[in-house]
């Protein structure tokens, strides 16, 4: 098990301390979930707060936080016989929490007497199982800290040197997929032939998904995952898709092709509107940045390129605000990315992407948009603006007569069988400006039917 410094792991408990002051914190690791019976398990994924205050990986641990001591513990089992008959001799408990600045184990059921109940502070729980410890094996009747969230999602919120680092591995670990993908794709294949060659790419380094994979020529379908096409000639194949490191660190990178290595003239054109608005959104970021407004210039230059294409017609500032953009882009330009690939979603998006004072949008598009407010150095965030062509959306807008003032819906007609384009890069908010993650990946025209075409 990778771990960072014992000293870093405490140096953030200590932080965390100096903004709870009374009661004690608990910080709950993941237990084993059930596929479908008790020991055939899914793949075990750590709770993210434990992994960034405990950082052992492993199931069936809480971490106890009591900023009225020095001394922090970690509650749950040493392996027994019968654990090491069918799991192996893995390190102690013991000795791992001395690798995390832990001097102190317990076994999980001395937690109940450990705790003082009144003023205990605690994460929204998302797991059904740990809904019902809390409840019934704890005691406690008290709902989540909303205090903790706002300090874990301020703490989690800014990255460390130690962790940009690992988040930059997880994209070259991801840009290792994403090539292996544009070299395995050709027509007449299946999509899941080259979703083998993405797998088979992130095993390799020993990695992990940090969400399912998005393969498909059916790209206008945003979280698409069935893989059972065959790839044609003439279509565009999107490509979302992600490692998880060792130390639980994410990436999320999309990239978006042709199947047969060559953009046909109607695909270049829209591909480089996608194109430029991420490369001016990623321009645009800085510390005080306000990401919604990245998000609506965004959305500018989308309608500006559609307006070239006669696919939209008006004044752009109207369109824009009148949220014309989410016919073609109803998603946000992006979120928070961390130990989770929507991080701290767990601890709710109004905390993590949103501030008092900053309303969430009802808008299609908009209301979608996960982080909105001013950006501050330390952050990583995806930027990853689309356009997207849903036959089904378009023909319900149209019937209903929706933006007919704006849309000319009979030359969009010609766009129904297009599918979609989305490009996405992770990239961090240095002191004064942006740092895109990892190595480039194929990004123009140029590039992409390079690599294409190469084999
Ligand atoms: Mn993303």
Redesign the pocket.
């Known amino acids: 098990m990778r771990l960072f410094s014992g000293e870093i792991y405490k140096n953030r408990r200590d932080q965390l301390k100096k903004q709870i002051t009374g009661g004690q914190i608990l910080i709950f690791g993941n237990n084993e979930a059930p596929m479908n019976y008790k020991a055939n398990t899914y793949r075990f994924r750590q709770d993210s707060n434990f992994l960034y205050y405990f950082g052992i990986n492993m199931p069936g641990l809480v971490g106890l936080i009591d900023p009225g001591s020095d001394r922090d513990l970690i509650f749950g089992h040493e392996l027994t016989l019968d654990d090491i008959i069918w799991e192996g001799p893995v390190e102690p408990l013991s000795s791992l929490a001395e690798k995390v600045g832990i001097s102190l184990t317990l076994p999980l059921d001395k937690l109940p007497e450990t705790l003082r109940k009144a003023g205990v502070h605690y994460l929204p729980p998302y797991r059904g199982d740990r809904q019902i410890y809390i409840r019934e094996t704890l005691g406690i009747q008290i709902p989540p800290s909303v205090a903790l969230i706002r300090a874990v999602v301020a703490q989690r919120s800014v990255k460390a040197p130690e962790e940009l680092a690992e988040m930059a591995q997880a994209v070259n670990i991801t840009r290792d997929m994403h090539l292996a993908a544009m070299r395995a794709t050709r027509p007449g294949r299946k999509e899941y032939e080259v979703v083998a060659e993405i797998l088979k790419t992130l095993k390799s380094h020993n990695a992990e998904l940090s969400y399912p994979v998005i393969f498909s020529v059916n790209g206008q379908t945003l979280h698409n995952h069935y893989h059972g096409n065959e790839m044609q000639a003439g279509r565009l194949l999107l490509n979302?898709s992600?490692a998880e490191n060792e130390m639980g660190y994410a990436g999320?990178i999309?990239r978006t092709f042709p199947v047969s290595g060559r953009f046909t003239t109607r695909q270049k054109e829209i591909y480089e509107i996608v194109l430029k608005m991420e490369t001016a959104s990623i321009a645009a970021l800085r510390p005080g940045v306000a990401y919604r407004q990245v998000h609506l210039d965004a959305n500018r230059i989308l309608l500006e390129g559609l307006s070239a294409l006669g696919l939209v017609s008006g004044d752009l500032d109207t369109l824009v605000q009148e949220g014309v953009g989410g016919l073609f882009m109803p998603h946000g330009l992006?979120?928070s990315?961390g130990l989770d690939?929507?991080d701290m979603e767990d601890l709710g998006e109004q905390y993590v992407g949103y501030r008092e004072g900053l309303e969430r949008s009802t808008q299609l598009g908009l209301k979608s948009l996960r982080l909105a407010k001013e950006l501050e150095t330390g952050n990583v965030l995806?930027v990853?603006p689309g356009c997207y062509f849903i036959p089904e959306l378009i023909q319900k807008y149209r019937s209903e007569g929706i933006f007919t003032q704006y849309v000319n819906y009979t030359r969009l007609e010609d766009y129904l069988d297009f599918g979609g384009i989305r490009i996405?890069d992770n990239v961090a908010i240095t002191a004064d400006s942006f740092k895109i993650l990892g190595d480039p990946i194929p990004k123009t025209v140029a590039e992409v039917e390079k690599i294409m075409t190469e084999y």
Do not use: L
Request: charged residues 35%; without cysteine.
């Open positions: 979302d992600g999320d999309t992006g979120h990315i690939v929507h995806t990853e996405e």
